[in-house]
């Protein structure tokens, strides 16, 4: 699905100005944030007033996709054509300093901008809501009940082209002063991951519905990164 | 710090219009929902164009402190009183119908509108910056260098006020069609959980350095909370 070796071009608005070091422009490292992360921040303006909304997302190719009812003010207000700024945030640590000051944490992070499209067809929509789906329990499109028509037509999905994104990311320890290192204070990461926690059936299930492997050993972040990466 | 029983009322932008049963407007739990999270969504328009920055903060009774360098975009821009919205979002699981449609997250988001005004004095300066280590490991404060006054001097601190602000919560199983609870499909919830892994010791630590207990008993989220809570 990743293009390898495939750079995006910075722009006015996705060059990163403040320490540029940490900037990446190249899609498979803003691809492998967006799958991970989970939950993306939409960000809009109406008549300078800013919103931002969590919400579920998904990717196929070079394309964001986001759903939800067309009652919905992010997506009426996003299908108009506005610009939108869409960002995705994994925190991996805290990185504890000996100074107060110099303490930060360790991210990942992308910023997307562009105008979102609706998307018609329900040849894409059916395409873009199993990417919802297999974006949050890999697997799951084929375990379950497959949207119908009615479904998809009561479905506003939208389209986000991936063509203006960078990836922000800080890893490693802290930056103290040289003067500080002298300190007897402990400096560090406490690195953070996302853990599944053992799966809670829902109480009305029906006796023969066994947990799926895909819910049972449930992963997210690196490790699970590493290991599909090796399937 | 909270101010228990304390509503906020609802304005224009804070209603929960969409799923108002999800809303909530206590001080209590909005205040609970930012000090468990450690990443803000911070949301602005500069002539129509969204921006939304990924940033750390710090609470300090009901106002919310944002920091960084004088040269920060960011900073720059909200200094000027332009408005704001701030997004905190703690994803508590994964919800899965049994159908792809139905398909939810259990999370507790928080959204604050306001405009930022400039800490200039060095005591509530250093007021918010001890929040800001706090919150990210609580009793940190007292173990490093303090901020010396150049380090105040040199930091931007802006100041946003909790007075217009709703938290939202989805919590509980799946909600599915009613013909669909007979499938022989599995459904719950996968519940998520920030964990800290063990410390990384910072290479040029100091022989002398032991790890404090505030790190080395590191905990995040609803179990830690509740710990707290009990002492």
């Given at each position: 699905m990743t293009q390898s070796n495939s750079h995006l071009q910075p722009t006015a608005r996705t060059q990163i100005k403040r320490l540029p070091k940490r900037g990446h422009y190249e899609t498979e490292r803003i691809y492998q944030i967006l799958d991970e992360a989970l939950i993306a921040q939409v960000g809009f303006a109406l008549e300078g007033q800013p919103y931002v909304i969590p919400t579920a997302y998904g990717r196929v190719g070079d394309r964001l996709y986001l759903h939800g009812s067309p009652a919905s003010r992010m997506l009426r207000s996003l299908q108009a054509g506005i610009e939108v700024c869409v960002t995705v945030t994994l925190l991996d640590g805290l990185v504890l300093a000996r100074?107060?000051?110099h303490h930060s944490m360790n991210y990942r992070s992308v910023v997307v901008f562009g105008t979102a499209t609706v998307v018609e067809s329900l040849v894409e929509k059916e395409a873009a809501l199993k990417a919802f789906t297999e974006h949050v329990v890999p697997g799951r499109w084929d375990e379950v009940r497959s949207p119908t028509k009615a479904e998809l037509q009561g479905t506003l999905v939208l389209s986000l082209p991936l063509s203006e994104a960078s990836a922000k990311v800080r890893t490693g320890p802290p930056i103290d002063d040289a003067a500080d290192y002298g300190l007897s204070v402990w400096a560090g990461e406490i690195p953070l991951r996302v853990m599944a926690q053992p799966p809670i059936s829902d109480p009305?299930?029906?006796?023969?519905?066994a947990t799926p492997d895909s819910v049972q050993n449930y992963q997210r972040g690196k490790s699970a990164a590493d290991k599909n990466a090796a399937l």
């Open positions: 100074s107060a000051f009305q299930l029906s006796t023969d519905s």
